[in-house]
Structures are given as structure tokens and as C-alpha cells.
């Protein structure tokens, strides 16, 4: 098998999941995305990270996913040091995550079960764990009844929620929310906000961008505030 050389030896034991040591990306055209970036995430926080358009929020995800390399500093994601990593590591790096999308992103010729069941298939998970888990995955987010419902046949606040059972079926330690409630109304921001938080009382590790502020100040969880490429503000309890 081959050696996995930028995981940490046990990163079970240790309590940060996410560090950025003056971490700076800029892109080819010229533009400064995120400038001398220095934060630790530990396992278990739920945290928002708001900030204006161009901000700098998106590559700050696209960093912690390695959909994107910074220029210089250094991060590491749930024990990977992704400064070092190979690129043929980068799907073992996303196994240990989920990640929830604005669009939804479901595959419109497979029911709610082989949407969710797809994240499994993809990492090789036998047949009777998948049936298990996505059951299981499918009633923690209310939607036991709507197995075999096409995605046609939901509403977007459905949808975000089979998005939900899809991040959470192989049990990731942290979870990626990319602006989950951007296309569902108030009332299903909630809903999600609401999920989110009871999965991130199980231990799960929650990081979410939103644009939303009345949600960060009614669900009270820390906050990072990007702007201009640079952390201006990171504060507990919703305030920012």
C-alpha cells in the first residue's frame, strides 16, 4: 500500500482539524485572494465564515478542499499537510470530509437513495453498508420517506437536505458547508442551520460560509470575518 507521507502519525490526538500558518494565495491574473492567513479550527467547533463578495471566502475554502495550492505558508486539513501533499493524495484528503453546495449539485437521473448511496459507492463501500448507512444518513435529515423520489419531485429545501445526508453518510470528521441556504427560503434556512448544529453536537466539525447574518447572530457559533484576502474579525458566540 502506499505510504500516506503528509498525514500527521495520529491526528485523532490532535484537537486542531484545520490550520493556516501565513498562508497568501494570489491568482495568475494578478489577484490577491487571502494575504498572510493565520488560524486554527479545532475538532468539534461549528464556525461561520462571513465576509463581503471577493473577500477571499471562496479560496479560503477551495485551500482547506486543495482544490486550490497556496503560494506560501503552510495549512494542514485533518491531519494532511497539504503544503507537501501530491496531488494522487488529494482524494484521500476529501474522504475525511463532506461537503455541502449553494446548487445542491444532485445527479438528476438517480432517486434521493443513489444520490447519497454515491458517496459510499465512490470509496468502495460494500453493498450492506451502503443500504445501512443511507438509511440511516436519510432519517437524521428528515427524509426516510423520500428514498426513491427523484430530485425533480423535492423542493430546494429537500434537496439541500439530501445534499446533507450525502456529506454526513461516510461519517467525515469535519463537515464543509458552502453556502448551504443560498437557494431555500427563510424558514428552510433554518432547518439547516438548525441540522447542522445538532450534527456538530455529535462531535462533527462544522465550517460554514454564509452571507446570512441574521443566522449568524441567532445560532451563536464563532465567527470569521474575512475582507479584502485578511481575517478583520474572529469571534465567539455570533458577533462580528
Do not use: C, W
Not at 492567513?37 to 477551495?62: D, H, L
Not at 434521493?112 to 440511516?136: L, P, T, W
Not at 455529535?202 to 451563536?220: A, E, K, P, S, W
Request: aromatic share 6%; glycine share 8%; no cysteine.
Amino acid at each position: 500500500m502506499e505510504e500516506v507521507i503528509s498525514r500527521q502519525e495520529n491526528p485523532k490526538f490532535n484537537d486542531t482539524i484545520i490550520e493556516f500558518s501565513g498562508v497568501s494565495k494570489t491568482y495568475p491574473s494578478g489577484t490577491h485572494a487571502l494575504e498572510d492567513v493565520n488560524i486554527k479550527i479545532n475538532n468539534g467547533e461549528f464556525v461561520f465564515v462571513v465576509g463581503s463578495s471577493g473577500a477571499g471566502k471562496s479560496t479560503f475554502m477551495k485551500l482547506i478542499m486543495r482544490e486550490e495550492k497556496a503560494n506560501t505558508g503552510k495549512i494542514v486539513v485533518n491531519g494532511f499537510d497539504l503544503t507537501k501533499m501530491p496531488r494522487r493524495q488529494v482524494p484521500m484528503l476529501r474522504r475525511t470530509m463532506g461537503i455541502v453546495f449553494q446548487d445542491f449539485r444532485l445527479i438528476p437521473t438517480m432517486n434521493v437513495f443513489q444520490n447519497v448511496a454515491f458517496a459510499m459507492y465512490v470509496v468502495g463501500a460494500s453493498g450492506r453498508e451502503i443500504r445501512r448507512e443511507v438509511s440511516k444518513a436519510l432519517s437524521k435529515v428528515g427524509l426516510g420517506d423520500k428514498a426513491r423520489s427523484m430530485p425533480s419531485q423535492l423542493s430546494g429545501g429537500e434537496q439541500q437536505r439530501v445534499g446533507l445526508a450525502r456529506a454526513l453518510v461516510n461519517s467525515p470528521d469535519l463537515i464543509i458547508a458552502d453556502e448551504p441556504t443560498g437557494n431555500v427560503d427563510p424558514n428552510m434556512s433554518y432547518e439547516i442551520v438548525s441540522l447542522l448544529t445538532e450534527i456538530n453536537k455529535r462531535g462533527t466539525t462544522i465550517l460554514m460560509v454564509t452571507h446570512d447574518h441574521n443566522l449568524v447572530r441567532d445560532f451563536q457559533h464563532r465567527v470569521i470575518m474575512l475582507d479584502a484576502g485578511k481575517i478583520v474579525a474572529d469571534n465567539a458566540g455570533g458577533s462580528f
